[in-house]
């Protein structure tokens, strides 16, 4: 089965071990992921003003050009993407006056009434490939590893695009019990990293990372499973300089769910790209004898 | 905190941008605190999100401006999905914002950033930080 996939920025440059990851899963799933010829950036966040239409245009964009390719459906792996261009077809889809005027602006290109649907992977491999045949392609169970799903913010929220229970999510824990592992819950699942606030503030990002990677260390957790780029980034660069409030707070890896299928579907380990992963990371996965 | 109450201030210009950038009805607050209790920013605000709500209700513009609050706003969402009255908490901080930023005032200057700052950084993290605190 072939599927229009959207990388956004991130995946092409400081998160490739995501990209290759996936596609190498998900084509041993029997999915291709198709690459959309031509995309732009979606503008990496949806704008919450009412009057802010110019903002949308970039997602909207996207959206034309999935549908170029006769398609309905558009998957993503970066959730940044998944919830600006989600959040941006509900506008083209429920605001007539908003939508009007964009396909008025963007007079280069046809008019658009929000039929493609945007699906995060996660979603794909519940909704349309089922845990059971996940499950099914697992050549080495991820036995004996403790891994919470960490959620963050935007494949949860608002509701209107919420991939599971904005508050109680399982989808990440279900892919890891899939996959052979131990799934821990933790209160912070979906609390937020503090996203792009690292762009001016390093430590309040430190205080959140501590807090968040604390109370996983708390719950029993080895690892977390993200899908989220930046909070990938924030936990790993603040890592090193946490400040533990409470003694003890570990450092912790944090992996794509991508490299962890991968792991479990004993592919070949170039695509999980772990050398871009923190080296703490890669001593763990050696201690645990996935890698040499 | 002495607050002084007029109904000028209540009809300022300042509260119908709000409403209108928003597309909120900022009178549903009733001071619940649930969107405070939830913040994962709230430990670094000098103002809590529910106080902010009041005081754009009360048009205290100035105390508003003078805090880092709306700044730290992460548009985590926590607080849009919990308020029991239905107001999106973060449309409220974003036309905050923007009343600062449409004046062409920058929050991050991103030319003093350290550059091995920029070149560490995803995109995702530069483009969405400069989305939200720069003009």
Redesign the interface.
């Known amino acids: 089965m072939d599927l229009a996939y959207y990388p ?3 995946l092409k ?3 490739k071990n995501f990209e290759t990851s996936a596609l190498a899963a998900m084509s041993a799933l029997g999915i291709n992921l198709v690459e959309l010829p031509r995309w732009n ?1 979606c ?3 949806y ?6 239409l110019i ?1 949308h245009v970039a997602a909207v964009r996207n959206l034309i050009r999935v549908k170029e390719q006769g398609k309905n459906k558009v998957v993503t792996l ?1 959730a ?1 993407c998944y919830n600006t261009l989600k959040r941006a077809n509900l506008v083209m889809k429920d605001s007539p006056d908003k939508r009007y005027a964009i396909n008025i602006f963007m007079d280069e290109e046809p008019d658009y009434y929000g039929e493609v649907e945007t699906a995060h992977l996660l979603q794909v491999l519940r909704d349309d490939v089922g845990w059971e045949k996940i499950a099914g392609r697992v050549k080495h169970p991820l036995k004996d590893l403790k891994i919470v799903g960490y959620y963050g ?1 935007t494949l ?4 209107s695009v919420a991939i599971d229970s ?2 109680r999510p399982t989808i990440l824990q279900d892919l890891l019990k899939a996959l052979g592992g131990t799934a821990v819950d933790f209160p912070f699942a ?3 990293c ?8 390093r430590d ?1 990002i430190t ?2 990372t501590a807090a968040i990677l604390g109370s996983a260390a708390k719950s029993g957790a080895e690892a977390l499973a993200v899908s989220c ?2 909070c990938e ?1 924030n936990l790993r ?1 603040t890592q090193s300089s946490t400040k533990q409030p409470q003694s003890g707070v570990p450092v912790m890896p944090a992996l794509y769910f991508t490299q962890l299928m991968a792991l479990a579907f004993g592919l070949d380990l170039a695509v999980c790209g772990f050398e871009e992963n923190s080296p703490e990371t890669r001593a763990w996965l050696k201690n645990k004898g996935l890698i040499s | 905190m002495r607050v002084e109450l007029s109904s000028k201030r209540l009809r300022s210009d300042f509260v119908k941008k709000i409403a ?4 909120q009805n900022l009178y549903l607050c009733y001071q619940c605190g649930k969107c405070s209790a939830g913040c ?2 709230g ?2 605000m000098d103002i809590l999100p529910n106080q902010i709500m009041r005081l754009v209700q009360l048009g205290l513009e100035e105390d508003i401006a003078n805090s880092k609050t709306v ?2 706003c ?5 607080c ?2 919990r308020c029991p009255r239905g107001v ?1 908490l ?2 409220v ?3 905050l914002r ?1 009343l600062t930023l449409r004046k062409n005032k920058n ?2 200057e991103p030319s003093k ?1 350290p550059p091995e ?1 920029v070149a ?14 720069t003009s």
């Open positions: 956004g920025c991130t440059t400081r998160a950036c503008g990496t966040v704008s919450l003003a009412e009057d802010d903002h970066c940044f913010c949860l929220r608002p509701q904005v508050e979906t609390e937020c503090g996203a792009f606030q690292i762009v001016n503030n309040i205080e959140r780029p930046l980034y660069q | 209108e950038l928003s597309g994962p920013m430990f670094a700044w730290l992460a548009s985590c969402l926590t849009t999905v999106d973060s449309r901080m974003e036309a923007l929050y991050v950033m700052t560490d950084l995803p995109q995702i993290a530069l483009v969405s930080g400069f989305r939200k605190l």
